[in-house]
C-alpha cells in the first residue's frame, strides 16, 4: 500500500461496466514526510474520501479485492483515509 | 490507472490466438493538463474508445480483469473514457 493524497476527481461515463457506480479519484502518491513522489495516478475510491485527503491505496491486481465485483480492470483502489502518521526523525 | 489519449490504431494478423479479436489502440500519456508526455503503450480497448479520446489505462496484471482479456496475454486495457477532470488542489 501506499499513501497519497486527493487532488481531484475525474468523470467518465463510459467505463467498464462492472466499475459503474465507484467515483475515480486524481491520487498524488507521497512518502512518509508526506512530500510528493512521481506523478499523480487515478484511483477508484471504494471509501468515499475527497479532495485534500491523505488516503492509503492499493496497486496491482490486489486493487479489484475491495471492490464487490469479481472482475474489474483496476489497478488502483483507495482503501483507508489516513487519520495520523507518525514518522521517526531521520 | 493512468491518464492518456488514443493516438492511433495498430493491426496485426500474426498474433497470440488468444488476442484475436482485440483492438488494440496506441496511447500517449498525459500530464493532467491534457499535455503529452514521451511514453506511449498500447493498450486493448474495453469501451468503444476512439482516435483522440481521452482515456484511463488500466496496466499490470488488472488489465486482465476483463471478460475479453481474463487469462490472456495482455498488460494494458483502455477502462474508461474521461469526460471531465477537476484538479480541486493546485500546486
Known amino acids: ?90 | 490507472m493512468i491518464l492518456g489519449k488514443v493516438i492511433g490504431t495498430v493491426w496485426s494478423t500474426k498474433k497470440d490466438e488468444n488476442l484475436v479479436g482485440a483492438k488494440f489502440l496506441i496511447v500517449r500519456q498525459l500530464n493532467l493538463d491534457y499535455t503529452p508526455k514521451e511514453s506511449t503503450v498500447i493498450a486493448v480497448d474495453s469501451v468503444g474508445a476512439g482516435v483522440g479520446e481521452v482515456v484511463l489505462v488500466a496496466q499490470g496484471s488488472s488489465a486482465r480483469q476483463t471478460n475479453f482479456t481474463r487469462n490472456k496475454p495482455v498488460d494494458a486495457v483502455i477502462m474508461a473514457i474521461v469526460d471531465k477532470l477537476d484538479i480541486a488542489i493546485k500546486e
Open chain 1, 1 to 90: 500500500m501506499y499513501l497519497g493524497k486527493i487532488i481531484g476527481t475525474i468523470w467518465a461515463t463510459r467505463k467498464y461496466e462492472s466499475i459503474t457506480g465507484y467515483k475515480m479519484q486524481l491520487v498524488q502518491p507521497l512518502n512518509g514526510e508526506l512530500q510528493k513522489v512521481s506523478s499523480p495516478i487515478i484511483a477508484l475510491d471504494t471509501i468515499g474520501a475527497g479532495p485534500g485527503e491523505i488516503i492509503y491505496y492499493v496497486t496491482a491486481s490486489e486493487a479489484v479485492i475491495p471492490l464487490d465485483v469479481d472482475m474489474a480492470p483496476v489497478d488502483a483502489s483507495i482503501v483507508g483515509i489516513v487519520d495520523s502518521i507518525y514518522v521517526e526523525k531521520k
